[in-house]
T-cell receptor, first 115, second 113 residues
C-alpha cells in the first residue's frame, strides 16, 4: 500500500523555466512533509519541508505547496538550473511519530533540466 | 561539521550469510535511522535508534537488527540474507527531540547472490 505517491517517474524541463513536481498521499495522519533531492551515488539531500498548518513554504528558488483537502503537495523550482537535474523524493511524517521520525517516501521523480 | 558516513560502500554476500553495515552520524546528532532502498523505489524505513535504544520500527522481520553506540554511531545487522535483501541501505542522522530534518549518508550497496 503506497501511502505516498509520485505518479510521474520522470520530467524534463527547459533551463530557466519552472519545474513542478507533484506528490499525493493517502494517510490523513501525515502532518509534516519534506522534499529530498538525490544525485547518483549520493544519499538524499534535504531540500525543503512544510508543516500541515501551512499551505506554502518558500526557500529561495524552491517553494512547496500543500493542499490538505486534496492530500496533494507540489514542489516548484524557479528558475530551473542544470544542477537541479536529480531524482526528487517526497516524504511524509505522521503525528504519532513525533519524537520518532519514521519518514514514508514516494518512489521519486527524475528531473532533467535541458540546457 | 562532519557529515554522515557509511561503510562499506559496496558489499557482495551469499544467500544465508550475515552482514553488518556501519554508520557514523553527523556531529551533534543523537538519532540514527536506517532505510532500505530497492531499485526503482523510495527509501523504506527499517528502524530508528535514539540514545542507544530502538525508537520505532518499520515492517521488517527480526533478522534485521541494529545497535547504537554511546558516540551515536550505529550498526545494521541482517541475518540469513535473502536475494530480496539486495538494495541500497541508507543511514540518516537527526537530532531529537524535535521535528528536525534527517541527513543521509551515501549508502551501502548490498548485493546478495
Amino acid at each position: 500500500d503506497q501511502q505516498v505517491k509520485q505518479n510521474s517517474p520522470s520530467l524534463s524541463v527547459q533551463e530557466g523555466r519552472i519545474s513542478i513536481l507533484n506528490c499525493d498521499y493517502t494517510n490523513s495522519m501525515f502532518d509534516y512533509f519534506l522534499w529530498y533531492k538525490k544525485y547518483p551515488a549520493e544519499g538524499p539531500t534535504f531540500l525543503i519541508s512544510i508543516s500541515s498548518i501551512k499551505d506554502k513554504n518558500e526557500d529561495g528558488r524552491f517553494t512547496v505547496f500543500l493542499n490538505k483537502s486534496a492530500k496533494h503537495l507540489s514542489l516548484h523550482i524557479v528558475p530551473s538550473q542544470p544542477g537541479d537535474s536529480a531524482v526528487y523524493f517526497c516524504a511524509a511524517d505522521e503525528i504519532s511519530n513525533f519524537g520518532n521520525e519514521k519518514l514514508t517516501f514516494g518512489t521519486g521523480t527524475r528531473l532533467t533540466i535541458i540546457p | 561539521e562532519t557529515g554522515v558516513t557509511q561503510s562499506p560502500t559496496h558489499l557482495i554476500k551469499t544467500r544465508g550469510q550475515q552482514v553488518t553495515l556501519r554508520c557514523s552520524s553527523q556531529s551533534g546528532h543523537n538519532t540514527v535511522s536506517w532505510y532500505q532502498q530497492a531499485l526503482g523505489q523510495g527509501p523504506q524505513f527499517i528502524f530508528q535508534y535514539y540514545r542507544e535504544e530502538e525508537n520505532g520500527r518499520g515492517n521488517f522481520p527480526p533478522r534485521f537488527s541494529g545497535l547504537q553506540f554511546p558516540n551515536y554511531s550505529s550498526e545494521l545487522n541482517v541475518n540469513a540474507l535473502e536475494l530480496d535483501d539486495s538494495a541500497l541501505y541508507l543511514c540518516a542522522s537527526s537530532q531529537l527531540p524535535g521535528r528536525g530534518e534527517q541527513y543521509f549518508g551515501p549508502g551501502t550497496r548490498l548485493t546478495v547472490t
